[in-house]
């Protein structure tokens, strides 16, 4: 007992722990030790699941681990590194469809939507950084899928935090062929700008590390913002169809008005990385920082250029909203968005790929993901290309830019934005909900937002569903 006890003293900690000595698992010195709350028993007194404490067991620093001494180190990021990512990844493909969306369903409806789900969205966000906190070892969604439902849930997840990230990889590479054939006046197949596309993306994202990243993302968010004001200054000044707005969007199917609300779904679709985002930043405490930086940014962003292009484009907007200014123009602000077109993908494709890396070396006795050696650097390049191909098929085969965009929103968006932070913050106070009016109020306000990212998959399915059986999908691997 003496010897515990006294290595126990020399592992940093300042003060008692709570745990009970024969407890004690791991007392090896990890970095930025600091006491913090004893995350095994809730205060709820709820004893933690089986696969919650293997979870918590695996380490007690976090996924990266002890990196003092590695050829590779991962956190590394300021909160002003993960805003830019976080801007990068969210203010991309979504606002050059929202002008669009608010043409079909009218001024009103259209702008309270982007507000109460951007502000939705802003909450949903904060509980995902609330859980990272909690639980440090959590990298993922997989990795709360795991603690919440065991191996099961670790695999549900898993495959589809993957397949977002790979459709919106696709939405990408389909964006670069559509602008590249702008720019051109479609002077070669579009599958050819595609795999021009692909192949660029791959080679951006082959860097490791997301701070690295982060530095080509400070271009990214300089180029959607002036490419769309360029292009709403222009749309603006031309007056294509001024004055046929509307309030509402006159006589709209629910079945059609459904795609245009997934569109929104897809402008605050961020959350699948943001557990990666936060594992890689110096300290996770700042995570609510670069959050706030992000939804501001975004939802007065999206209000005031779908309002605004689309009162002077009308109702033939067009989606992407770029192609609504002139052809001198349209190649212009393209051209300007390319490297938002291209990093905005590579930042979801680093997020997947990263994943995959590293559950694939989480057990290695070498520390691969640590070292610059070939089979580190070899399997990092064989999983980035596994992922850019496979988004490249994906863009091919649905070629509808709109739809790709609400088949995304209905499938993944809806539950990674929405519906799963309801539920993992009823996870995190499960046997308090009702200890206090405050916790009830809030336990309604997340039962409520669980069910509402439930909707929006079924109701977006079913729109989606919809254009798909009237040949809305476009031709596959077509040249057109």
Same mark, same amino acid.
């Given at each position: ?103 079909? #369903?009218?001024?009103?409806?259209? #702008? ?54 790979? !459709?919106?990889? +696709? +939405? ?33 994202? #082959? ?11 400070? !271009?990214?968010?300089? @180029? ?25 969007? =006159?006589?709209? =199917? ?32 700042? !995570? ?9 940014? +975004? ?16 109702? @033939? ?69 596994? #992922? ?28 990674? @934005?929405?519906?799963? =932070? ?41 729109? @989606? ?16």
């Amino acid at each position: 007992m003496f010897e515990r006890n006294a290595s126990t003293a020399s592992s940093g900690s300042k003060g008692t722990p709570k745990t009970p000595p024969l407890e004690v698992v791991d007392l090896a010195p990890k970095p930025n030790d600091r006491p913090h709350e004893d995350i095994n028993t809730p205060k709820n007194n709820t004893p933690a699941s089986d696969a919650e404490r293997q979870i918590q067991n695996d380490t007690t620093a976090d996924v990266f681990g002890n990196e003092a001494g590695a050829a590779i180190h991962y956190k590394t990021m300021h909160w002003w590194h993960a805003g830019v990512l976080m801007i990068t990844e969210v203010i991309s493909l979504g606002v050059l469809a929202l002008p669009q969306t608010i043409a079909i #369903l009218g001024f009103v409806p259209g #702008l309270l939507l982007i507000l109460l789900l951007g502000l939705l969205a802003t909450y949903t966000g904060y509980v995902c950084g609330q859980f990272k906190q909690k639980y440090p070892q959590v990298q993922s969604f997989a990795d709360c899928g795991e603690m919440i439902a065991g191996p099961i849930g670790r695999e549900v997840m898993a495959v589809s935090q993957i397949l977002l990230l790979v !459709f919106i990889m +696709a +939405a990408h590479v389909l964006s670069f062929s559509i602008a590249l054939n702008a720019i051109t006046d479609h002077a070669t197949c579009t599958v050819t700008y595609a795999v021009v596309g692909l192949i660029v993306c791959f080679l951006l994202g #082959l860097p490791r590390t997301l701070k690295n990243v982060s530095y080509a993302s400070i !271009f990214s968010c300089i @180029s959607v913002i002036v490419a769309v004001t360029v292009a709403m200054a222009a749309i603006a000044v031309s007056k294509p169809d001024m004055g046929h707005s509307y309030a509402v969007g =006159p006589n709209l =199917p629910v079945v059609k008005g459904l795609g245009p609300v997934m569109n929104i779904v897809l402008a605050f679709t961020g959350h699948v990385a943001f557990f990666g985002f936060i594992a890689e930043l110096k300290d996770p405490k700042d !995570f609510p920082k670069a959050l706030a930086f992000l939804q501001i940014t +975004a939802v007065t962003f999206y209000l005031i250029i779908s309002a605004v292009i689309y009162y002077y484009a009308g109702p @033939s907007v067009a989606s992407p909203a770029l192609g609504s200014a002139s052809p001198l123009i349209r190649k212009i602000t393209y051209g300007i968005a390319l490297p938002t077109i291209v990093i905005a993908g590579v930042v979801n494709g680093s997020v997947a790929c990263k994943y995959i890396y590293v559950r694939m070396w989480k057990d290695s006795k070498d520390d691969v993901i640590h070292q610059n050696n070939l089979k580190s650097i070899g399997s990092w390049v064989a999983v980035c290309a596994v #992922l850019w191909i496979a988004s490249f098929v994906i863009a091919e085969a649905i070629p509808n830019f709109n739809l790709l965009l609400g088949l995304i929103a209905a499938l993944f968006c809806s539950w990674f @934005s929405y519906g799963l =932070p309801g539920y993992l913050w009823l996870y995190m106070n499960r046997g308090q909900l009702f200890s206090t009016k405050k916790k009830a109020a809030l336990t309604i306000l997340n039962t409520g937002i669980f069910l509402l990212g439930a909707a929006m998959c079924i109701l977006g399915m079913w729109s @989606s569903g919809w254009e798909l059986s009237g040949g809305g999908a476009g031709k596959p691997f077509s040249c057109e």
